[in-house]
């Protein structure tokens, strides 16, 4: 089965702009959630989508926003971007069989995005 | 929310047998603990993941005590390529995985 994949891999965008990162989970899969890891803050939780809906959230300004379409492909966005959303995106999948404990995720390359 | 405890860094050499130990007081019962590799400027990836007792793989071996209370992940014979963060995550995706500050393995020729 393919991998996790994530585009672009790299980016470079200007403050005040809005960029859109896209994730194709592995097939079959149809949880995908996204991550922001940085050197200071490290890997920190964005959000979840399941069949569609956002099922969890972290604590992220609304900026930040995602998407989940039929075919489990996903798409995060982040608006009037900032100096300190320069990171690496990551982007995981999961079977989702179930709503249990168990659940391993599965991350793409990531996208990594430079603001200047 | 199960919160995980982890050395900040470990050193080895090759060819030795790894162990890096994981805290996790606060599990609950139908946590499971999950181990991810990652390396500069990549995803992390999946290593092993159990409940109780001993869960081994054709990478690493996973030890959980009866209390779940912590959690040792063995190496063996690691090598340079081996150099990497180890995280230690317990729950699920309900849970909003935490990724805490992880244990850098640096492995010495």
Known sequence: ?116 | LAKTTQPISMDSYEGQEVNITCSHNNIATNDYITWYQQFPSQGPRFIIQGYKTKVTNEVASLFIPADRKSSTLSLPRVSLSDTAVYYCLVGDIADKLIFGTGTRLQVFP
């Open chain 1, 1 to 116: 089965k393919a991998g996790v994949t994530q585009t672009p891999r790299y980016l470079i965008k200007t403050r005040g702009q809005q960029v859109t990162l896209s994730c194709s989970p592995i097939s079959g899969h149809r949880s995908v959630s996204w991550y922001q890891q940085t050197p200071g803050q490290g890997l920190q939780f964005l959000f979840e989508y399941f069949s569609e809906t956002q099922r969890n959230k972290g604590n992220f300004p609304g900026r930040f926003s995602g998407r989940q379409f039929s075919n489990s492909r996903s798409e995060m966005n982040v608006s009037t971007l900032e100096l300190g959303d320069s990171a690496l995106y990551l982007c995981a999948s999961s079977p989702a069989s179930t709503s249990g404990s168990g659940e391993t995720q599965y991350f793409g390359p990531g996208t990594r995005l430079l603001v200047l």
